[in-house]
C-alpha cells in the first residue's frame, strides 16, 4: 500500500477514532447484561464452537427459541473479547471504536476501487465516520455485530469493485454470519453481478480516477459460483442451528397484530423514516413504541407511500444508471442495507431503531458526496461537506453520551419516551437492585420508592394507542410487585404476584415473589406467637416454591426459598439436603454457605459448619464479604475451644 493511500484510509480513520473515543469507558448497559455480562455461556472459549450449532439468543437462554437470530462470528467476537479483556467493558468499547474507525476507512477504500479521487473518497469516509446516526452502534457494546457485519459488507462490495471474486463470497459469507443485515447486500452484489453490462462507462469526471470500461465483478460466472456458495453454506449452517428446512427465516419475534396491508404499510413507513433521519440524524432515543389506533395508521399510511415512491424511484435510477459505478454501488448499498425492515415479524419491539442504519448511511455517505462533487468548484463541494458534517458530527457525540450508564440510559429514555415501556422497566430494575445492595434502610427505602414509581409509570402505558408485548407488561407487573416486596408490603406485593401468575400461567418468577410474600408474612406470625398460623401460612409458601421449580428447575432463588422455609418449619433433614445440593452446585455463593452453615449449626454439626465456610473462604477468595465469613470462622472456633470438654460416653 502507498503512503498516499494509506494516508487516505487514515484520515477517516483518526476522525471517527475522535469523535467516540469517549465512550471507551462506559458500562455494561441493557442487553450487554444478558448477553455477555450475566451470561456464564459467553464468558468461556467454547462459545465459538457452540455458537456456529446455536441460534443467537438461545446462548443466552434456551427459552429463547422464537428469535430467528443467527450470528455466530458475532458471538465469537463477544466471547474472545471477554476472554481477551478479563471481562471489562473497556475491551469491547475499545474494538467498538476501532471497528468503527475501520469501516470509515472502507467506505473510502470502497470510493477509491469504484474510481473515485482520493479528495472524493477521503470526504464521503469522513462523512460517514461522523454521521449522526452512529451514536448507538458505536456506544452501545451489543451493536457489536452489526459493525462487524457492516465492515465485512463494505470489503465485499470493494472486492465485488476490483473483479475479486472469490474474496467478495468470503467476505459476504462472514457479513451474514455476523448479522442478517447482510443478506441484502447479498441480493445487491448478486444483482450487480447479473445485471451489470459487459462495460461500464467512466464515472464522473469530478470522481474518476481509473479507466472506464473497468468491469466491476471479473469473471461474471466466477462471481456468481463464490456468492451462491457463500449463501448456500449460510442455509446449511442455519439449518444445523435451527435443525429445521426454514433455517430460523420463519421464526417470528414481533407480534405486533397487524394486518397484510398494515404490515405492509409499517414495512415501506420504516423506510421513509429511516431516509428521513439519514438526512437529519435527531432526536436521538433509544426506543421508539408503535403507534396504533386510526390515526396512527393514517400517518403511517402517508409515509408509507412516500417510502415507498422513494424506492421505487431509487430502484428506476439504479437500474437506468447502472453503467455508473457510484449509482451502482452507492445507491444500491443505501437501499440494501434496509431491506431487513421489510420482515415486520423479525423488528423486536420496537420496528425503528438508530443501529438499523448503520450499513445503509455508508451508502448514504457515498451518494451525498457524489452530489457534491458536481458542485462547479471543489472548494465549495468542500464546504458542503463541512456543513453536513458538523451538525452530524454534533448528533453523533451528543447521542453516544447517554449510553455511558444504565441510570443515564434509562432515565434519559423516560424523558424522551416515556410512553416506552422499556425505559421505565428498566430503570426500575436498576433501583431495585441498588436497594438491595444498600445498608442503609432510610436510602433502601427512596430507592425502592424510585423503583416502585417507575413500574407503575411502565404500566401506566395504554396498550391501546402503543404497541407493547406480553413479556414488557409481565416484568412490568413483576418490577412492581418486587418494589412493594421491598419497601416492606407484603400483602400488596403478594397481590401483584397473584394477579400476575393468574394471568400469565407460565411465570415462574411470579411465583417465586408470591411465596416470598408468604414467608415473610408466615414470619410475621411467628414473631407475634401465632405459631400454628405460622406454620400454616409457610406450608403455602412452600407450596408455591414447588410451583416456580416446576415450571423453571434452575430457578435457584426459589431453591434457596424453599430450603429455608423447610427450616422454618423444623424440617431441618429435608432442608439440609436440599442446602447441600445447592452449596455442591455453587460453593463460591454465600447465600448458599450461609444457609448450608446455619443448618448444620441447628443440627449440632459444628465441626462440619465451620469447614463449610472454610471451604467458601477458600474457593472465593475475592468476595466482597469474605472479611465477615472470616471473622464468623474464627468466632465459632474461639467458641469450641471454650467449650467444656463433653463428659465420656
Known sequence: ???????????????????????????????????????????????????????????????????????????????????????????????????????????TSLAMALGWRRGGAIAAGVLFAVHGSHSESVAWISAIPELLATLFCLLALRSLALRQSLRCGLFLLAAMLSKEVALGVWLLAMAITLLRPKAESSPTPALADAPSGTSVGGSRWLTFASLSVAALTVYFLRFNAFDSAAAGFDRINTFHALDQSQQVSLSF????????????????????????????????????????????????????????????????????????????????????????????????????????????????????????????????????????SEEELFSWAREMEPNAMTGHIEYGRLMLERAQNETDPLTRSRLADYALEAYQESLAVDPNLYFVTAVEREKGNLGLGDALYLDGDFAGAGTVYRRVVDHYKFSPIGYLGLANCRA?????????????????????????????????????????????????????????????????????????????FSLQVETGRIDLAIRTLDYFLEVAPDHPQRDMVQQTVDEMRRMQESAPPSPPR
Open 269 to 404: 413507513s420504516l423506510i421513509g423514516r429511516y431516509l428521513a433521519y439519514l438526512v437529519w440524524p435527531w432526536p436521538h432515543m433509544p426506543f421508539r413504541p408503535l403507534t396504533l389506533g386510526d390515526a396512527a395508521d393514517s400517518t403511517r399510511l402517508w409515509v408509507a407511500i412516500g417510502g415507498a415512491v422513494l424506492s421505487l424511484t431509487a430502484f428506476g435510477l439504479w437500474l437506468r444508471h447502472r453503467r455508473n459505478r457510484t449509482v451502482l454501488f452507492g445507491l444500491g448499498l443505501l437501499f440494501a442495507g434496509l431491506i431487513p425492515v421489510l420482515n415486520t415479524q423479525a423488528l423486536g419491539q420496537y420496528p425503528f431503531e438508530e443501529r438499523f442504519l448503520y450499513l445503509p448511511s455508508a451508502g448514504f455517505a457515498l451518494v451525498v458526496v457524489a452530489l457534491l462533487n458536481r458542485l462547479p468548484k471543489q472548494s465549495w463541494m468542500w464546504a458542503g461537506l463541512l456543513m453536513i458534517a458538523i451538525p452530524n458530527a454534533y448528533s453523533a457525540h451528543s447521542g453516544a453520551q447517554h449510553w455511558q
Open 520 to 596: 415473610q408474612i408466615a414470619m410475621g406470625h411467628g414473631e407475634t406467637g401465632h405459631f400454628e398460623l405460622a406454620d400454616a401460612v409457610m406450608a403455602e409458601a412452600l407450596e408455591f416454591f414447588d410451583a416456580a421449580l416446576e415450571q423453571d428447575p434452575n430457578l435457584d432463588a426459589a431453591m434457596i426459598g424453599k430450603t429455608t422455609a423447610l427450616f422454618q418449619m423444623g424440617r431441618f433433614d429435608e432442608a439440609l439436603q436440599l442446602a447441600t445440593g445447592l452449596f455442591s452446585l455453587d460453593p463460591t455463593r454465600l447465600e448458599a454457605a450461609q444457609l448450608l
Open 1 to 107: 500500500m502507498s503512503r498516499s493511500r494509506f494516508l487516505s484510509l487514515l484520515v477517516p480513520a483518526v476522525i471517527g477514532l475522535f469523535l467516540f473515543a469517549a465512550v471507551r469507558g462506559g458500562d455494561f448497559v441493557y442487553d450487554d447484561r444478558s448477553l455477555i455480562s450475566l451470561n456464564p455461556t459467553m464468558q468461556e472459549w467454547s462459545v465459538i464452537g457452540q455458537s456456529m450449532v446455536t441460534p443467537y439468543w438461545e446462548l443466552v437462554d434456551e427459552s429463547r427459541f422464537g428469535s430467528g437470530f443467527y450470528r455466530p462470528f458475532g458471538a465469537a467476537a463477544l466471547g474472545t473479547l471477554w476472554q481477551l479483556g478479563d471481562g471489562s467493558p473497556a475491551a469491547f468499547h475499545w474494538f467498538s471504536i476501532l471497528l468503527h474507525c475501520a469501516c470509515a476507512a472502507a467506505v
